[in-house]
C-alpha cells in the first residue's frame, strides 16, 4: 500500500513525454516532488543490487572500513555511520553508505573531480551489478529531465549537454534499527538535495516526508518498485525557484519496525563539473559552475 501526499503527482513514465510533462512539471513546481511509475529500470535489477547492498552491509565494520577514502568528500566508496550532518542540524544522521560514480576512461577530462570507483572484494558480484543499475538509473533520469524541458517550454534534448558525464551518484543507504545514538538524531535530518534532480527506490517503507509550502510535513512512500523523484538545489538555482528544491526527511520508525533496518537507493543526479548554472529567467543568483557549487554544500553536510 502506498502512503502519497494527495498533492503530489504520480506519473507513469511509459506515456509520451509531452502527456505526462505538464502533470510532473506542476507537481515538481509546487511540492519538489513526484511519484514515477513505469520508469523502466528492470525490477531483476532492482532485487540483485538490493541483495548485494544487504549482503555488504551486514559485513563487519573492520572490513567495511577498508574502504573508506578520507580526501574524496565521500564520493566514492564506503562512509561509515554517524559521519553525514544534514546542514544546520546539530547530530549527524543515523546512517551509513556506499557510493558508486561514473566510470571515465583514463585521462578524461573531468578525471580530477570524478575519481575512480572503489569495488569491495566481498560481495563477488557488486561491481557489475551497481555499474548496470547506475547506467539504467542515468537513462532514466535524463527521460524525466526530457519531460521537465517540455515544461520548461524547451525541446527534450534541452538537458542532454548539461549532463553529458555528469558527476552523479548512486547511493546504497542503510539506516539501521534505532537503538538510541545521540539526542535529537534521526536516520535523516530535514534537508535538501544538492544535485539537480534525485531518483529514488526504497522509499515504499514509511518514514520519507517533504515539507509543504504551509509548513506540514507530508508523507512520500510510493507504490512498490516506484520511485520518488525530487528536485535538487542545482535545478531549483538554474531555473531561479521555478521548479523547487523541497526540504526533506527521514524521520525514525515506531512500533515494531523500530527493530528493523532501513534501506534504500537513491541516484543524485548531476551536471557536468563545468557546467555553468546560469538562471534561465529573471530573479536568479549569480551563475556558478556545478562543480563550485556541489564543494561549498558538501563542506556545509561535512563531507568536505
Do not use: C
Request: overall charge negative.
Amino acid at each position: 500500500m502506498s502512503d502519497i501526499a494527495p498533492e503530489v503527482a504520480t506519473v507513469s513514465l511509459a506515456k509520451p513525454l509531452r502527456d505526462l510533462a505538464d502533470e510532473l512539471g506542476r507537481s515538481f513546481e509546487d511540492y519538489g516532488f513526484a511519484v514515477v511509475e513505469n520508469h523502466g529500470i528492470d525490477q531483476g535489477l532492482i532485487d540483485r543490487a538490493e541483495q548485494m547492498m544487504r549482503q555488504f552491509f551486514a559485513l563487519p565494520d573492520d572490513v567495511k572500513r577498508q574502504y573508506h577514502r578520507t580526501g574524496q568528500a565521500g564520493a566514492r566508496g564506503y562512509t561509515p555511520f554517524g559521519v553525514e550532518q544534514a546542514k544546520g542540524a546539530a547530530v549527524q544522521d543515523l546512517k551509513e553508505f556506499w557510493h558508486v560514480g561514473r566510470d571515465l576512461p583514463a585521462g578524461h577530462r573531468y578525471g580530477a573531480q570524478m575519481r575512480p570507483n572503489v569495488w569491495p572484494d566481498e560481495p563477488s558480484d557488486f561491481r557489475p551489478v551497481m555499474q548496470d543499475l547506475f547506467l539504467a538509473f542515468d537513462w532514466t533520469g535524463r527521460r524525466i529531465l526530457s519531460a521537465i524541458a517540455l515544461y520548461l517550454g524547451e525541446e527534450e534534448d534541452f538537458f542532454e549537454d548539461a549532463v553529458r558525464d555528469g558527476n552523479s551518484v548512486l547511493r546504497l543507504l542503510h539506516y539501521p534499527p534505532v537503538k538510541g545514538g545521540p539526542a535529537g538524531a534521526i536516520r535523516a535530518a530535514a534537508h535538501e538535495d544538492i544535485n539537480a534532480i534525485t531518483l529514488l527506490l526504497g522509499a515504499e517503507e514509511a518514514g520519507l516526508e517533504l515539507l509543504a509550502r504551509d509548513g506540514r510535513w507530508l508523507p512520500v512512500s510510493p507504490p512498490p518498485g516506484a520511485l520518488a523523484v525530487n528536485i535538487g538545489d542545482m535545478l531549483q538555482r538554474y531555473t531561479a525557484g521555478r521548479l523547487r528544491s523541497t526540504t526533506h526527511r527521514v524521520v525514525n520508525p515506531a512500533g515494531e519496525a523500530v527493530g528493523r533496518a532501513r534501506y534504500s537507493m537513491p541516484y543524485f543526479l548531476h551536471f557536468r563539473p563545468d557546467f555553468l548554472i546560469d538562471p534561465l529567467f529573471e530573479g536568479g543568483e549569480e551563475p556558478i559552475t556545478a562543480q563550485d557549487y556541489l564543494m561549498e554544500r558538501l563542506r556545509e553536510i561535512r563531507l568536505a
